[in-house]
């Protein structure tokens, strides 16, 4: 593969992650840069409740960091894979970054007016290479299939939209809801959506999304299928080994979290 193209893939899925090493916790004081160990302990030094329990140790700010900074890694890592999808779909299919994304309006509380969005989308008619335009609209029309989507609904498909996630547990109702929003919203503009899920890390709301005519893919290997594994279905239909560009740079990406992990747990 292209050393430059190697080199820009691992920079996309860094990049977000190194802002966590500078994560400090807030504690409830507004949007600022957050606290340091010296802050931390003014603050709680100043609360004759926290002072008597020792709450004001050392070592309790390096646990509010690291609490809120294993949160970030996540997150971060998440908004790393979401990037580097939508960039492979720019590489692999020729779509400008536009046609890669998707959005739609919605009127919320008091009648006003939000952009909801997911993470990326592939429009046939944007495909121009005809043999990959057929191999992902076969797919398409399998995946809908196995979903039971009604047959005239899988006749006027035009693509897919996709909710890219490193992994998701989520018992969240409210974010439940909104995805299962996004998939009615996807239907009625003639779109499969498809949760994209880069690790093994999903739970039992894999069966309410599926009953919802989500498109799930995880992190399966070994007899994974295109039709449930992410990275079969990027291999053999996008037409990118993504499995094994992680394998490739496993070792750096490794080094950085660790790095990472060692700052959050200093207590300084």
Same mark, same amino acid.
């Given at each position: 593969?292209?050393? %430059? !193209? %190697?080199?820009?893939?691992?920079?996309?899925?860094?990049?977000?992650? !190194?802002?966590? =090493?500078?994560?400090?916790?807030?504690?409830?004081?507004?949007?600022?840069?957050?606290?340091?160990?010296?802050?931390?302990?003014?603050?709680?030094?100043?609360?004759?409740?926290? #002072?008597?329990?020792?709450?004001? @140790?050392?070592?309790?700010?390096?646990? @509010?960091?690291?609490? /809120? &900074?294993?949160?970030?890694?996540?997150?971060? +890592?998440?908004? /790393?894979?979401?990037?580097?999808?939508?960039?492979?779909?720019?590489?692999?299919?020729?779509?400008?970054?536009?046609?890669?994304?998707?959005?739609?309006?919605?009127? /919320?509380?008091?009648?006003?007016?939000?952009?909801? =969005?997911?993470?990326?989308?592939?429009?046939?008619?944007?495909?121009?290479?005809?043999?990959?335009?057929?191999?992902?609209?076969?797919?398409?029309?399998?995946?809908?299939?196995?979903?039971?989507?009604?047959?005239?609904? +899988?006749?006027?498909?035009? &693509?897919?939209?996709? %909710?890219?996630?490193?992994?998701?547990? =989520?018992?969240?109702?409210?974010?439940?809801?909104?995805?299962?929003?996004?998939?009615?919203?996807?239907?009625?503009?003639?779109?499969?959506?498809?949760?994209?899920?880069?690790?093994?890390? +999903?739970?039992?709301?894999? =069966?309410?999304?599926?009953?919802?005519?989500?498109?799930?893919?995880?992190? !399966?290997? &070994?007899?994974?299928?295109?039709?449930?594994? #992410?990275?079969?279905?990027?291999?053999?239909?996008? /037409?990118?080994?993504?499995?094994?560009?992680?394998?490739? @740079?496993?070792?750096?990406?490794?080094?950085?979290?660790?790095?990472?992990? %060692?700052?959050?747990?200093?207590?300084?």
């Amino acid at each position: 593969m292209d050393s %430059e !193209r %190697e080199q820009l893939y691992l920079d996309i899925l860094v990049q977000p992650i !190194r802002v966590c =090493s500078e994560y400090r916790p807030k504690l409830g004081h507004g949007r600022g840069v957050g606290m340091s160990l010296s802050d931390f302990q003014t603050l709680y030094r100043a609360d004759p409740f926290y #002072t008597w329990f020792g709450l004001d @140790h050392p070592l309790m700010s390096a646990a @509010h960091k690291a609490a /809120g &900074g294993m949160t970030s890694i996540y997150r971060q +890592i998440g908004i /790393g894979c979401e990037r580097l999808f939508r960039q492979v779909l720019q590489d692999e299919l020729g779509l400008a970054p536009d046609e890669c994304a998707w959005s739609y309006t919605t009127k /919320g509380a008091r009648r006003k007016v939000r952009t909801l =969005s997911l993470d990326g989308r592939i429009p046939l008619e944007a495909v121009r290479d005809e043999a990959k335009r057929s191999r992902i609209s076969d797919w398409m029309c399998q995946v809908a299939e196995d979903l039971k989507v009604n047959h005239s609904i +899988i006749r006027a498909l035009r &693509g897919v939209v996709f %909710e890219v996630r490193q992994g998701y547990k =989520s018992k969240d109702s409210k974010r439940q809801n909104a995805d299962i929003a996004n998939a009615a919203t996807a239907y009625s503009q003639a779109y499969l959506p498809c949760a994209l899920i880069l690790s093994t890390q +999903i739970d039992d709301i894999s =069966s309410r999304y599926r009953a919802e005519r989500w498109a799930i893919l995880t992190g !399966r290997l &070994g007899d994974a299928t295109c039709r449930d594994s #992410t990275y079969c279905f990027l291999r053999e239909v996008i /037409g990118y080994d993504l499995a094994g560009f992680l394998e490739r @740079h496993a070792t750096a990406l490794q080094q950085e979290v660790a790095r990472i992990l %060692e700052a959050l747990l200093r207590a300084e």
